[in-house]
């Protein structure tokens, strides 16, 4: 066979038939038939995708997918040239981070920078008050925006579709608040913000139909954000030394409030406080305190000293008192006295003058001496009674000072409480003055964080539509479209494309496969025997050889699910490939409800099947010659009314019966399966029914239901042919037309 398939032949009845083949196996015998269940089980994975299935669907509708590619392509390039051209123009911007600032008693204490603080000044430069602004700086009025709002060809088109009628837009509205909306409307449309990755910078894009506006419009919204950046810097520092100014004004009237308070309460409790903010008797009993603890000291002194004085006998007194006294030089003298008279002793008498001289001046000297200790005593005594009368004085006073000084303290609790008040409120005033001095200070001083790094500049190129741009997105959505819309109507075409349709769900074996024609008509096609469409045939006709244990079934139905299939064209060339094999073929023209095998054979004749079946004619009259050899042909005759009433009869059988031992080969030209009895009475007489199928035309559930009924009236059906088969429409694999016109070239002649 010429699709690659061998059937293997054997004899039996249908019902004996197993339920499956074994692996590899190609096919199995149904009434002494062929019956293809599958050329092997599928060991494939069932979620394994079958790359080259959906590459045979594709290669089949490649012209479906190219051509919605072009249009897809087509309609880009045409929205792109009737689209206005959008002109871009950036500006760029540095924005760093700025830190915040506290100030908490007179001392600046930084707070870090704000996690969220690039995307809000985003967020600020998208913002409808700087719109509001840069419409406002740029002076946009009513012409300038009827300037801007002229439509490209591509919204004309679409008002061309449109029936409601646009509402009036504020541009050409008289009220300057209107403008100002529309105005701003304008700017937050084309803006659009894109942060630099990895950096502080943003780039400032504006989109117009008019550069120079794009241009303006980009570095006015960088001006006027930085500008608007300094209103609320400046803006927040006035309203600081705003609210510290009033809090000043009213943290100074209760000060002065309270230190009137104050002083009334000082002058009717008759109080006098020092600059410290004690009171005269306290701080009087502090000093006569101080003071008393000086004079007990300087008594205990004194009395230490009179003690020692009283205790030392003679002239043993302690050294500090002898120390601003002449003690020292009486004593020194009367003992160069005593050495001298002691010296002179040895020589002279006690009695002797000036022994006696001698012992005078030392008498003397110790009544001097004793004199001295005595005014010593007296003056330590003196020193001693001066100290503790001192303190005597000194406690007395004391005491009297203590009840004075408690009475005042007792009178100062509520002037206490009312001077702390006072204090409080001075420290309040005191810092409220330092934070307005320094709010000023900071407001003044404070360096501005954001700055334009580019200005925009004029564009020169559009920025969009980008023909390059749409037409790859063409391109894409062309290619995404047409292979959508390609497995759409893959899926839905549920006809019989190929062989291995035929044999997946039909269980048919394929005895062979017609090419198309395009240009010729099948008679033409014939007549050429080396072309593809004539060597499809006579693979038909081999595989038909081997398709029973005896060769080609003796009475062979030829008949498709529907009609215009093919299947006359089929029976009638297998009629004349049977008869060039020097085979005595009888050709039977069944289909007596729309025959049209009379109109190929160029054959008018008023005798046919039908008159036989009734019993008007006899065989010899019913059947006609042809121009093909051994060929003879019976016609389908007058149309009768009740065409199956005339199969069922046993003038039929008796006229096959009759034909098969006459002729080789008895081949009948059915009627379509569906819808009528014909074909199946007629494939329950035959030895074989061939079933045509048209590529691309017969439905699979109609080819189903057809074998099936086939089934059911017990034919014994051989196989299938595939008519009409386009190997470019059923996709890549499956191109037999190659292999049928195998030997095609002409060989070159030998000289």
Do not use: C
């Not at 006569?288 to 002194?301: F, P, T, V, Y």
């Not at 005078?360 to 001097?368: A, F, S």
């Not at 008159?611 to 003879?632: K, R, W």
């Amino acid at each position: 066979m010429q699709d690659g398939k061998v059937p293997v032949v054997s004899a039996g009845d249908e019902s004996r038939m197993p339920a499956k083949l074994e692996a590899g196996a190609v096919g199995s015998y149904r009434g002494g038939v062929l019956s293809v269940e599958m050329l092997q089980e599928r060991r494939e994975d069932p979620d394994e995708i079958d790359l080259l299935a959906y590459w045979r669907i594709l290669s089949k509708r490649r012209w479906l997918v190219l051509g919605v590619v072009a249009a897809a392509v087509a309609s880009s390039l045409l929205v792109t040239l009737m689209a206005t051209p959008i002109y871009r123009a950036t500006a760029v911007m540095q924005i760093d981070n700025e830190e915040q600032t506290v100030v908490q008693m007179g001392t600046m204490v930084s707070a870090g920078s704000d996690p969220q603080f690039l995307q809000t000044q985003y967020e600020l430069l998208q913002s409808r008050s700087l719109a509001e602004r840069v419409a406002d700086d740029i002076a946009m009025d009513a012409d300038a925006l009827k300037r801007l709002d002229q439509p490209g060809w591509l919204h004309r088109i679409k008002g061309l579709f449109r029936r409601d009628k646009v509402a009036k837009s504020a541009v050409g509205d008289a009220n300057p608040q209107a403008t100002l909306a529309a105005a701003t409307a304008v700017v937050q449309a084309g803006l659009s913000i894109e942060p630099v990755r990895n950096s502080r910078l943003v780039r400032i894009h504006y989109d117009s139909t008019t550069p120079a506006f794009a241009a303006r419009v980009a570095n006015a919204l960088a001006e006027g954000f930085i500008a608007s950046g300094l209103e609320r810097r400046f803006g927040a520092s006035s309203y600081t030394k705003t609210y510290l100014e009033d809090q000043l004004a009213t943290t100074k009237a209760r000060l002065e409030d309270s230190e009137r308070q104050l002083v009334a309460f000082a002058q009717r409790e008759n109080l006098v406080s020092s600059s410290d903010g004690q009171s005269l008797a306290g701080q009087n009993l502090g000093d006569l305190n101080s003071a008393l603890a000086d004079a007990q000291a300087q008594r205990i002194r004194a009395q230490a000293r009179w003690s020692q004085a009283q205790a030392a006998s003679g002239a043993a007194l302690p050294a500090d008192m002898l120390s601003a006294s002449i003690i020292r030089t009486l004593q020194q003298q009367r003992a160069n006295l005593q050495g001298t008279y002691q010296q002179k002793l040895t020589v002279f008498q006690p009695d002797y003058p000036e022994m006696q001289q001698l012992k005078g001046q030392m008498d003397d000297l110790d009544r001097q001496i004793s004199s001295e200790l005595r005014n010593i005593r007296s003056s330590v005594k003196a020193e001693y009674d001066a100290a503790a009368s001192q303190e005597r004085l000194l406690q007395g006073q004391l005491n009297s000072l203590r009840t004075a000084a408690l009475d005042v303290d007792g009178r100062s609790i509520d002037y206490n409480i009312i001077k702390r008040e006072v204090d409080t409120n001075r420290q309040l005033y005191d810092g409220l003055l330092q934070r307005y001095k320094e709010a000023g200070v900071l407001g003044d001083v404070r360096s501005n964080n954001i700055s334009i790094v580019d200005r925009a500049q004029v564009p020169s190129w559009r920025f969009k539509p980008s023909l390059a741009q749409n037409l790859a997105i063409g391109l894409l959505l062309g290619v995404i479209l047409g292979v959508l819309l390609a497995f759409v109507l893959e899926f839905l075409d549920d006809t019989i494309k190929t062989p291995d349709d035929v044999e997946q769900r039909l269980r048919l074996a394929v005895l062979g496969i017609v090419p198309r024609l395009r240009k010729q008509s099948p008679e033409e096609a014939v007549q050429d025997l080396r072309s593809a469409f004539s060597e499809s045939y006579r693979s038909v006709r081999t595989a038909l050889q081997f398709s029973t244990d005896h060769g080609v079934p003796k009475v062979l139905l030829v008949t498709s699910a529907g009609p215009v299939e093919g299947k006359s064209t089929t029976a009638l060339i297998l009629a004349r490939n049977f008869a060039q094999m020097g085979k005595r073929v009888l050709l039977i023209e069944a289909d007596l409800r729309n025959p049209s095998l009379h109109r190929t054979l160029g054959i008018r004749s008023e005798v046919g099947l039908s008159n036989l079946l009734a019993g008007a004619q006899t065989v010899a009259e019913a059947v006609l010659s042809t121009t093909d050899d051994n060929l003879n042909v019976v016609l389908a005759g007058p149309l009768p009314p009740n065409p199956a009433e005339l199969l069922s009869g046993s003038r039929l059988v008796t006229f096959l019966t009759h034909a098969s031992e006459k002729y080789d080969q008895v081949i009948i030209d059915g009627p379509p399966v569906m819808g009528i009895a014909d074909a199946p009475i007629l494939a329950n007489l035959a030895d074989g029914t061939l079933l045509v199928v048209s590529s691309g035309k017969t439905r699979i559930s109609t080819a189903q239901a057809a074998v099936k009924r086939l089934q059911s009236a017990r034919s014994k059906i051989a196989g299938s042919v595939l008519t009409m088969y386009d190997s470019k429409v059923a996709g890549y694999g499956y191109n037999y037309e190659g292999y049928y016109a195998y030997g095609d070239t002409p060989q070159l002649t030998k000289r």
